[in-house]
């Protein structure tokens, strides 16, 4: 076997710009239309779902009933982590706080405690969509689970991973994934690069993942967004969905314990590979393991409002540029170029 997978180099989402085109319409950022209409778009699940294709990561730091319930008003999408209070949720969603169109439930490959409790919410058909998250979408077992909910729940979208190859979405979309989640190692929580040298830039993984016709599941882009700009490079790129995580830290929406350090505000974000998640959830980081995700102390930003705002006013300036008015078009109309420095410099007297 060649040790080399491609000789070519792969991209991330700061090695490229995206280029203005013409346009023969006149486009205010008022008119581009971010709510993408998924008809008949799913491999299996049947029903509409009209969103803003943005989701919100299931980190026990941001994946909150808080940023549900907030993301929901914006028709943007929540994978809740795993060790929610499930009675706190049914009780939110039966008063109408939480709009359970726009929720994940999330629940690993491998434990069973796990699949038991996503198999209690999954009976009350409140909520429909499920996450099946583990950091190796390789190993065999996340497709016997697939296999699994899929024939138990025919009706519900899932969503699993992750993975960074083509054959491979398609593989766990034939054992029944609607969407399949792509990307390792480059969220900004996440240290498996660094602890094991495995990963793939990001740009090109979406790309690779959605070079032909012979994909067969829509893809979520999963790392590696830290500016609007990156959001706008991963549609652009083909993504389907682009999930989010250090990118909706220290808001108030995280449910996190606000710190002061050194005078400033901060709030506390972590990996689920991290020893604090280990510490938190688990009872600790067992002896075989090494933590793979960062523990950062981040500045409060206080709602997630404000985050949202900005990320969603970056989109429609994009459409713009391109000459689009609708998401569901930006991937048509974009080209990029390689780059060697991304952003200009502000003047500095």
Same mark, same amino acid.
């Given at each position: 076997?060649?040790?080399?997978?491609?000789?070519?180099?792969?991209?991330?989402?700061?090695?490229?710009?995206?280029? $203005?085109?013409?346009?023969?319409?006149?486009? #205010? %950022?008022?008119?581009?239309?971010?709510?993408?209409?998924?008809?008949?778009?799913?491999?299996?699940? *049947?029903?509409?779902? !009209?969103? &803003? $294709?943005?989701?919100?990561?299931?980190?026990?730091?941001?994946?909150?009933?808080?940023?549900?319930?907030?993301?929901?008003?914006?028709?943007?999408?929540?994978?809740?982590?795993?060790?929610?209070?499930?009675?706190?949720?049914?009780?939110?969603?039966?008063?109408?706080?939480? =709009?359970?169109?726009?929720?994940?439930?999330?629940?690993?490959?491998?434990?069973? !405690?796990?699949?038991? /409790?996503?198999?209690?919410?999954?009976?009350?058909?409140?909520?429909?969509?499920?996450?099946?998250?583990?950091? /190796?979408?390789?190993?065999?077992?996340? &497709?016997?689970?697939?296999?699994?909910?899929?024939? !138990?729940? $025919?009706?519900?979208?899932?969503?699993?991973?992750?993975?960074?190859?083509?054959?491979?979405?398609?593989?766990?979309?034939?054992?029944?994934? =609607?969407?399949?989640?792509?990307?390792?190692?480059?969220?900004?929580?996440?240290?498996?690069?660094? *602890?094991?040298?495995?990963?793939?830039?990001?740009?090109?993984?979406?790309?690779?993942?959605? *070079?032909? #016709?012979?994909?067969?599941?829509?893809?979520?882009?999963?790392?590696?967004?830290?500016?609007?700009?990156?959001?706008?490079?991963?549609?652009?790129?083909?993504?389907?969905?682009?999930?989010?995580?250090?990118?909706?830290?220290?808001?108030?929406?995280?449910?996190?314990?606000?710190?002061?350090?050194?005078?400033?505000? !901060?709030?506390?974000?972590?990996?689920?590979?991290?020893?604090?998640?280990?510490?938190?959830?688990?009872?600790?980081?067992?002896?075989? %393991?090494?933590?793979?995700?960062?523990?950062?102390?981040?500045?409060? *930003?206080?709602?997630?409002?404000?985050?949202?705002?900005?990320?969603?006013?970056?989109?429609?300036?994009?459409?713009?540029?391109?000459? #689009?008015? /609708?998401?569901?078009?930006?991937?048509?109309?974009?080209?990029?170029?390689?780059?060697?420095?991304?952003?200009?410099?502000?003047?500095? /007297?």
């Amino acid at each position: 076997m060649n040790k080399f997978y491609s000789e070519e180099t792969k991209l991330d989402f700061k090695d490229v710009l995206i280029v $203005p085109r013409d346009s023969n319409i006149i486009i #205010s %950022r008022f008119e581009v239309n971010l709510v993408k209409d998924f008809v008949r778009d799913f491999r299996y699940y *049947k029903r509409e779902l !009209k969103c &803003i $294709p943005i989701i919100a990561s299931n980190m026990s730091s941001i994946g909150t009933l808080s940023m549900a319930k907030e993301l929901s008003k914006y028709k943007c999408l929540t994978v809740l982590h795993e060790y929610i209070d499930y009675e706190k949720l049914n009780e939110m969603i039966e008063q109408n706080e939480i =709009d359970p169109t726009y929720v994940f439930v999330s629940c690993g490959a491998i434990n069973q !405690k796990e699949i038991y /409790n996503i198999e209690k919410i999954l009976d009350t058909k409140k909520i429909d969509k499920l996450c099946i998250d583990i950091a /190796n979408g390789y190993l065999d077992i996340i &497709i016997s689970t697939i296999k699994y909910f899929r024939k !138990k729940y $025919p009706y519900i979208l899932i969503m699993a991973g992750n993975v960074v190859h083509q054959e491979r979405c398609n593989k766990l979309s034939d054992a029944g994934a =609607d969407i399949v989640k792509i990307g390792i190692g480059g969220g900004s929580c996440c240290l498996t690069r660094e *602890k094991t040298g495995v990963g793939y830039p990001q740009l090109s993984c979406i790309l690779d993942c959605n *070079k032909d #016709s012979t994909c067969r599941s829509l893809l979520a882009s999963d790392g590696g967004c830290s500016t609007p700009s990156d959001i706008c490079k991963a549609f652009g790129a083909g993504a389907h969905f682009v999930m989010l995580g250090g990118m909706l830290g220290g808001h108030d929406e995280c449910e996190g314990e606000i710190v002061e350090i050194d005078g400033k505000k !901060k709030m506390l974000l972590y990996g689920m590979s991290s020893e604090t998640a280990q510490n938190l959830h688990n009872g600790g980081m067992e002896k075989y %393991r090494t933590s793979e995700g960062r523990t950062l102390h981040i500045n409060y *930003k206080g709602s997630v409002k404000n985050t949202l705002d900005d990320i969603l006013g970056g989109l429609r300036s994009y459409g713009t540029y391109i000459g #689009s008015d /609708n998401i569901a078009k930006f991937n048509s109309f974009t080209q990029f170029v390689k780059v060697n420095r991304q952003l200009n410099n502000p003047f500095n /007297n």
